[in-house]
């Protein structure tokens, strides 16, 4: 499997990481821990579109898009806000 976006992967993960560590820091704090999880939702979006470009597929892209569907959907339902109907990606073609 080749890497042609591979630096904007790494780069979307260390952004996804930092964000993590903020939503952490404002725990107490609804407001700003929302916009924080906003914020890595739209990188999480980025980062499945991205693993969607590959060439190929392996077990181990498959849960990474898979656990990264399932955080977007943990923050919908934790913040009660709906996803934007854009987000939404076809993983069809990756279990065939």
């Not at 964000?19 to 499945?48: A, P, S, T, W």
């Not at 569907?69 to 939404?88: M, N, R």
């Amino acid at each position: 499997m080749k890497l042609k976006n591979g630096y904007k992967i790494e780069d979307l993960i260390e952004q996804i990481e930092k964000v993590n560590k903020m939503v952490e820091l404002h725990q107490g704090d609804h407001f700003m821990q929302e916009q924080y999880v906003y914020r890595r939702n739209v990188l999480l979006k980025q980062l499945i579109a991205e693993l969607l470009k590959l060439d190929g597929y392996s077990p181990r892209l498959f849960e990474a898009i898979h656990n990264s569907v399932k955080l977007l959907e943990k923050d919908a339902a934790k913040f009660a806000k709906p996803l934007p109907e854009d987000w939404q990606l076809d993983l069809r073609p990756l279990v065939a």
